[in-house]
């Protein structure tokens, strides 16, 4: 079955650059979410979208912005990276017609800042 | 975090042996749920508990959730070396419809051949 494909998969960039984070859904589903697991610590939501249409927002510093495509496909764009952003960025998606609406995530993008 | 504390946040047991898991949570949920997540890899979706059940199986998993003390247990029996991994609870809030996952700090889990 097809799953949350991310790309890429590992991104190293200097400070002050920017970054852009791909996330392509599970066919059918409606909903993407990111978010951001520092070393050592537990995932933390940064912001979601339903139908193209920005559905929550987290933590999600103002340097960051994301937005979900015609195609459903959504990317996380990063500017003015700092070290602490260093991290581990997953997307997931799920569908809002399955009534448990469990969300299923991508292998994540790991991000270094040097 | 800002959802609240698993523990233990370590755990280390022999094959065969079950590993017990604790979540609590402070915010009142529609539902729970465990994922699963290999050193530095994905989440892997494992169970999940509506705030209106108090037990759910699947497999060697066992979900206990007791809403009035705003906690939840994971139970694997009968563990493999290939449970090793971390696991973390995470609650499911709704917004306008829409969930968003409030995770736990996690148990790493380590279980040895």
């Known amino acids: 079955a097809a799953g949350v494909i991310q790309s890429p998969r590992h991104l190293i960039k200097e400070k002050r650059e920017t970054a852009t984070l791909k996330c392509y859904p599970i066919?059918?589903?409606?909903?993407v979410y990111w978010y951001q697991q520092g070393p050592g610590q537990d995932p933390q939501f940064l912001i979601s979208f339903y139908e193209k249409m920005q559905s929550d927002k987290g933590s999600i510093p103002d340097r960051f912005s994301a937005q979900q495509f015609s195609d459903y496909h959504s990317e996380l764009n990063m500017s003015s990276l700092e070290l602490g952003d260093s991290a581990l960025y997953f997307c997931a998606s799920s569908y809002t017609g399955e009534a448990k609406n469990i969300q299923y995530f991508g292998a994540g993008t790991r991000l270094s800042v040097l | 975090s800002q959802q609240g504390e698993e523990d233990p946040q370590a755990l280390s047991i022999q094959e065969g042996e079950n590993a017990t898991m604790n979540c609590s949570y402070k915010?009142?949920?529609?539902?729970l749920q465990w994922y699963r997540q290999n050193s530095g890899r994905g989440l892997v979706h494992l169970i999940l508990i509506r705030s209106n059940e108090r037990e759910k199986h699947s497999g060697r998993l066992r979900v206990t959730l007791d809403t009035s003390k705003k906690s939840s247990s994971l139970l694997i029996t009968a563990s493999r070396a290939a449970d090793t991994a971390s696991y973390f609870c995470a609650t499911g809030l709704m917004n306008t419809g829409f969930q968003k996952l409030v995770f736990g700090t996690g148990t790493r889990l380590l279980v040895s051949p």
């Open positions: 066919p059918r589903h409606d909903t």
């Open positions: 915010t009142s949920i529609n539902n």
